[in-house]
């Protein structure tokens, strides 16, 4: 069986989270309720979840519409993603209050709506278009996630501070262009 989906939806999403608004919510929650695991937890069920829509969504539209228009849609998104990549993040003050109900609820909340229409999620649903199966790329997805997450919530803002994001940004974005590049040269098959 190959993991190619498995793998390129890794690699993309745990580069492209390296300083991106979810990131910075994990330090966040870090900071306010010190419960790493609870707090990684509400991570894992609240990508798991979003993540499952967006690539169901991004599948549904590539059943749905001819594949040279699905194909120049994931090389126009890929590109529009590395792009993206490259503008650092910030989260709002309203981004970054969380519930009162303890680490987990407030994590799988704030999680799930700070990343709808998030780049990660973006991707997502380009990624679920060219690559199968879907649950490797949910699997993928919130895998990558996870990857660049829990290290931040475990070690804190002492290790947010010494990621090198401008080159995190970079190699996101060179990512992104390179699977843009790889479908409009071999196409979604």
């Given at each position: 069986m190959s993991l190619t989906a498995l793998?390129?939806?890794t690699l993309a999403v745990a580069v492209a989270e390296i300083g991106d608004k979810t990131q910075l919510l994990a330090l966040v929650l870090a900071?306010?309720?010190?419960?790493?695991?609870?707090i990684v937890a509400g991570i894992l069920v609240a990508t798991l979840a979003n993540h499952a829509l967006a690539a169901w969504a991004g599948a549904w539209v590539?059943?749905?519409?001819?594949?040279?228009?699905?194909r120049w849609a994931v090389v126009a998104s890929f590109l529009l993603v590395a792009g993206w990549a490259l503008i650092p993040d910030k989260l709002d003050e309203s981004e970054a209050r969380t519930p009162r109900h303890g680490a987990f609820i407030a994590t799988l909340i704030a999680f799930f709506l700070?990343?709808?229409?998030?780049?990660t999620q973006v991707a997502?649903?380009?990624?679920?278009?060219?690559?199968e199966p879907l649950w490797q790329v949910i699997a993928g997805t919130t895998l990558g996630m996870?990857?660049?997450?829990a290290p931040v919530v475990a070690l804190g803002a002492g290790f947010a501070h010494?990621?090198?994001?401008?080159?995190?940004?970079?190699?996101?974005?060179?990512?992104?262009?390179a699977l843009a590049l790889w479908v409009a040269l071999r196409g979604l098959g």
């Open positions: 793998s390129v939806s900071a306010r309720y010190r419960r790493p695991w609870p590539a059943t749905a519409l001819p594949e040279t228009l699905v700070v990343e709808i229409g998030d780049k997502t649903v380009v990624l679920a278009a060219r690559y996870l990857l660049a997450n010494r990621l090198p994001l401008k080159y995190a940004r970079w190699a996101a974005a060179a990512i992104f262009a």
